[in-house]
Antibody, heavy 122, light 106 residues
Framework: QLQLKESGPGLVKASETLSLTCTVS??????????WGWIRQPPGKGLEWIGS???????YYNTSLKSRVTISVDTSKSQFSLKVTSVTAADTAVYYC??????????????WGQGALVTVSS | DIQMTQSPTTLAASVGDRVTITCRAS??????LAWYQQKPGKAPKLLMY???SLESGVPSRFSGSGSGTEFTLSISSLQPDDFATYYC????????FGQGTTVEVK
């Protein structure tokens, strides 16, 4: 079955760039019907959608984060990636990747990766 | 941007209780709404999509209703495994999650 897994540094210094990669296995990242999304969750808080991208590179972002976020896709590696620039302590969170079933007949985020904790240090 | 507001924030209930969580959208989203369950330390799990369609494998005690701006998630008879935090999410204009409702032991 389809599986997603996040990878990347668990500690990032303030003002630097956070970079994470999500590897998709057990299925194709190149499906026309799906987007691939990033969602984050600060410790003890709720979920925040960051952005989504499809296999051709069409992407859209949360307007509150858009100026600092870039999501890219590498279909040859079955991966999509997240970059957040100029990070602060407020960017400390568990970062999840998930398949975004978009406006298909069964929309919603599913499945999800296990999550990766990223801590921003001063 | 569309804002999603859930109520209550916390709900205390007992096994066997009927539980209802409400989610309101700041503008109409038709039925483009999903519900998720999250347990501590775990990724969220999709429960419902299109407001009232049950995701495969989800117990039938879960049900959803609503359209436009007001939606509900109900659990007909709360089970021990259902104590968790629940989130609604709209996907008509980008994506937005509600702030979550925690169902705790009464």
């Amino acid at each position: 079955q389809l599986q997603l897994k996040e990878s990347g540094p668990g500690l990032v210094k303030a003002s630097e760039t956070l970079s994470l990669t999500c590897t998709v296995s057990g299925g194709s990242i190149s499906s026309n019907n799906y987007y691939w999304g990033w969602i984050r969750q600060p410790p003890g808080k709720g979920l925040e959608w960051i952005g989504s991208i499809n296999y051709s590179g069409s992407s859209y972002y949360n307007t509150s984060l858009k100026s600092r976020v870039t999501i890219s896709v590498d279909t040859s590696k079955s991966q999509f990636s997240l970059k957040v620039t100029s990070v602060t302590a407020a960017d400390t969170a568990v970062y999840y990747c998930a398949r975004d079933r978009g406006l298909t007949s069964t929309p919603g985020f599913d499945p999800w990766g296990q999550g990766a904790l990223v801590t921003v240090s001063s | 941007d569309i804002q999603m507001t859930q109520s209550p924030t916390t709900l205390a209930a007992s096994v066997g209780d009927r539980v209802t969580i409400t989610c309101r959208a700041s503008q109409t989203i038709s039925t483009w709404l999903a519900w998720y369950q999250q347990k501590p330390g775990k990724a969220p799990k999709l429960l419902m999509y299109k407001a009232s369609s049950l995701e495969s494998g989800v117990p039938s005690r879960f049900s959803g209703s609503g359209s436009g701006t007001e939606f509900t998630l109900s659990i007909s008879s709360l089970q021990p495994d259902d104590f968790a935090t629940y989130y609604c999410q709209q996907y008509t204009s980008y994506r937005t999650f509600g702030q979550g409702t925690t169902v705790e032991v009464k």
